[in-house]
């Protein structure tokens, strides 16, 4: 049995596969701020915004982890390739495989204006400021460090739809796990449960 759990090249795993599943992975790299030492009794607790239900991984929030330390982030902006952890990460390969994906383009034409927005506050502290001061006003530029960063591989359709459910595929032999966006992590254990099932069903 194979299984493919291959996150930001699970769709190239499953097309080694001989699987036609249509999907393509467009990776959004996530980027976040650390608060300060100095600064972080002015969160103490997990503070979200409301979803924006057209993508309801937008909208930066504050993590308090289970180590110490407040995170602050993430934005969502497209990555110039699929493990493109930072602003400079470019691949001209993938980069030109996800600008000529079709379903990509029809995302982009729809929320150009969501995207544009997610760039600025990637490249303007200022602006990712703003956004995290309307969950805690107090919150100042000078209160946050850059941090960590991670890239989520969106799974993403021909029609222009991203996949926001769990997309596992099974064929004899094999078991692709395509899309397995937020709260994967958290869910992870039902997750390979799930898989694990698939696996001891074909046995
Ligand atoms: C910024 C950010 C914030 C997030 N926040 C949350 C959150 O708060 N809660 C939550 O539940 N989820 C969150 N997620 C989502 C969560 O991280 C993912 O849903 C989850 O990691 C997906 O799991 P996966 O096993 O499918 O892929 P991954 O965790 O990406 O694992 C894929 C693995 O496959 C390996 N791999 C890839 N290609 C190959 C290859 N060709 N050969 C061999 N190995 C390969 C990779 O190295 C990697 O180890 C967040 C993600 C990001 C980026």
Known sequence: MLVNCGGLYSDKLAEMTGANTGLQIIPFRGEYYDLIPERQYLVKNLVYPLPNLNFPFLGVHFTRMIGGGIEAGPNAVLAFRREGYSRLDYHAGEFAEI??????RKIAKKYWRDGLGEMKRSYFKQAFVSALQRLVPEIRSEDLEPGRSGVRAMACDRD????DDFAIYDAPGIINVCNAPSPAATASLAIGETVAGKVLEQL
Do not use: A
């Open 99 to 104: 600008l000529s994906f079709p379903g990509f």
């Open 160 to 163: 222009g739809n991203m996949l």
